[in-house]
Each structure stands twice: as C-alpha cells, then as structure tokens.
C-alpha cells in the first residue's frame, strides 16, 4: 500500500495536460492616453465576459495587460504565430497616428514569467510604445 500511493501520484502529476497563460502587456512611454482596444479569438475568450471587445485607457507613463488568455502548452515563444490567440488589436492615440508594426514579433518583448511543474507557466509579450512610434 506504501508503494502504491507514490505510484498513483506520479501517475496523476504526470497525466496533466500543462497549460500556459499568455500575456500581452502596452506600456505606454508617450505623454498623450492611449486608446487600445482587443478581441480575442471566439475560441480563446471566456464564456462568462458579456462583451467580446475589451477597451483600455492608457495613461502615459503607465503600463496594463490589454489581454490574456491560457492554452495547453509550455512556455516558450511562438515566433511570428505570438498573436495566434488574438483577432483585432487596436491603438489609438489623439493627434497620432501609429508607424510601428504591432504585428511585427520584432517590436515585442518576451519574457517568461512563471514556469514550474505544479502551476500553469506564464509568458509574456511587452509592446512598448514612445513618441517616435507616431506620427
């Protein structure tokens, strides 16, 4: 019986689909609000949120998730499919227009945020966004 118990918790642990959540974080280094607005893939959102588009103000100096969403996988980065889970993101800025590819893995940063055998791993995607990326 001693023997088993270890077994059967092996077993279970081992068994486990991991998960990873994705985040996706705009810091906002301008002196203007941004406005962000995102939609997550219908497969990807939850089913209690009663409106698929999340809306967002910026203010400037500040940072803020503009979406997550978990998945079964590992941590790891996902390239140029880093927005797979994503359907629309949009930025606003007053009297601006956005020049930087937000659509470019290039102009994101990725980082690991949590990965471990007994907690779903979390990874996330920095858009960092200044003056220069507006004209």
């Known amino acids: 019986m001693k023997k088993i118990i270890p ?10 689909d991991p998960g990873v959540v994705n985040k996706y974080v705009v810091e906002n280094r301008t002196e203007s609000d941004l406005e962000i607005e995102s939609i997550l893939e219908y497969g990807k959102r939850k089913i209690t949120e009663k409106d698929s588009v999340k809306t967002i103000e910026l203010k400037p100096n ?7 969403y978990g998945e ?6 996902k390239g140029n499919n ?11 800025k007053i009297n601006g227009k956005l020049t930087k590819d937000i659509f470019d893995r290039k102009n994101w940063k990725y980082k690991v945020l949590k990965s471990g055998l007994f907690a779903m791993d979390e990874v996330e995607y920095k858009l960092i966004l200044n003056e220069n990326n507006f004209r």
């Open 7 to 16: 077994i059967l918790t092996l077993m279970f642990i081992t068994s486990c």
């Open 62 to 68: 500040m940072e803020s998730i503009i979406t997550k």
């Open 72 to 77: 079964i996988g590992n941590a790891h980065d």
């Open 82 to 92: 880093f927005l797979n889970g994503i359907d629309t993101i949009i930025i606003k």
